[in-house]
Each structure stands twice: as structure tokens, then as C-alpha cells.
């Protein structure tokens, strides 16, 4: 198990501690599990960095690095489809949406994997995934004002709360948009691995 691994791996834990940290009613938990989500996100960074740098970049790799992301993603969406839109969450539509698609792409990967093709990220699906960094970061980040901030007397903390959470509803219908976009872009590039014989 080399660094880059490593660091992809380390998103699937970093996953569920962020989830818990989103359901616990102690101060200064929703700082840090949006802290934490800003970890994470430099280790989807970090890890490519790192293999390119140190001449490992691997199959599985590129296989686990597009599977971690997912995993972290997803289960931190499914913490705020369980608020509800009302508490600061976002809409099971758009969820259901987006796990369509991962689903989908998870499966022509895994095909491609069978017949030895490695799907490697495409740029649409980076955009993709910028969008839902910024989307659940925004959700976080209210989070993060709406309750510890608050406590903690910041001026004026439940109206930044609103704003940001409002930036990062207007990035989750974009980040929905990207989702089904580049899970288009991959059929067209790659369909052919599973519809043709």
C-alpha cells in the first residue's frame, strides 16, 4: 500500500466521521466536520499529486480514486437529504438525480474494467466534481455559522448561515446539471464497451 493509496482510502473514513459530526449537537461539531470535508478534499488532490510525483500512478489507483470520491460525496448527500430541504438540506429529487447517474457510470467502469479498459476522470467529470465540493462545502460551511458560530457570538452568524447555504443551493443545481452532463459525455465516449458485443 503506497502514499497515494493512502490517501485515496482515506476519504471512505474521513466520510463517516464527517456524517457524525453533522448529526452531533455538541459545539464546535459542524466547524469541524466542514474542517474535516476541506481535508478531504485536498487528499482528492493530494493522492494524484503524489502518484504522479513518485511514478505510482496504478489501475486501481484510478479505479479506487473515482470510487472514494463517489463514496464521500453521496454519503454526505444522503446526511442532508435525512435534514430535509427545510433544515438546511437538500432535495431527495436532485439526490436521486445524481445517484442515478454515479450508479450508472460506477457500472460502464466496471464493465470497461472487465474488457481492460481503464476509465480515467474526464474534464466534464472534474468540473462535476468541483461543482459538488462547493455545493456540500456551502451546506457545511452554514452550517458551521448557523450553529457554532452563533454560539460562539458572531455578529450577525444566522444571516451568513442563510447566504451561504443559499450559494450552496444555487451550486447544487449546477453540480446536478454537470452530474448528468458528463454522465452523458462518458456513455458517448465509452457506451459502445457495454452495448456492443
Known sequence: MNLPNILTLSRIPMMFLIVWL??????GAATAAFVLFVVAGVTDWADGYAARKLGQVSNFGILMDALTDKILVLG????LVDKGPSAGGIQ???????LCREFMITGLRLVAATKG??????????Q???TQIIAL???????????????WGLPYASDIAYWIEWVG???FWICTV???????????KYGELVFKD
Open 128 to 130: 462535476k466534481t468541483v
Open 169 to 171: 443551493r444555487v451550486f
Open 117 to 126: 479498459v481503464v476509465m480515467a476522470a474526464e474534464s466534464a467529470g472534474k
Open 76 to 79: 454526505i448527500m444522503v446526511a
Open 137 to 151: 462545502g456551502g451546506f457545511l460551511l452554514a452550517m458551521s455559522f448557523q450553529v457554532d458560530c452563533y454560539r
Open 22 to 27: 453533522m448529526r452531533e449537537s455538541f459545539t
Open 92 to 98: 431527495m429529487f436532485l439526490f436521486l438525480l445524481i
Open 178 to 188: 454537470m452530474t448528468l452532463y458528463s454522465g452523458a459525455k462518458y456513455f458517448k
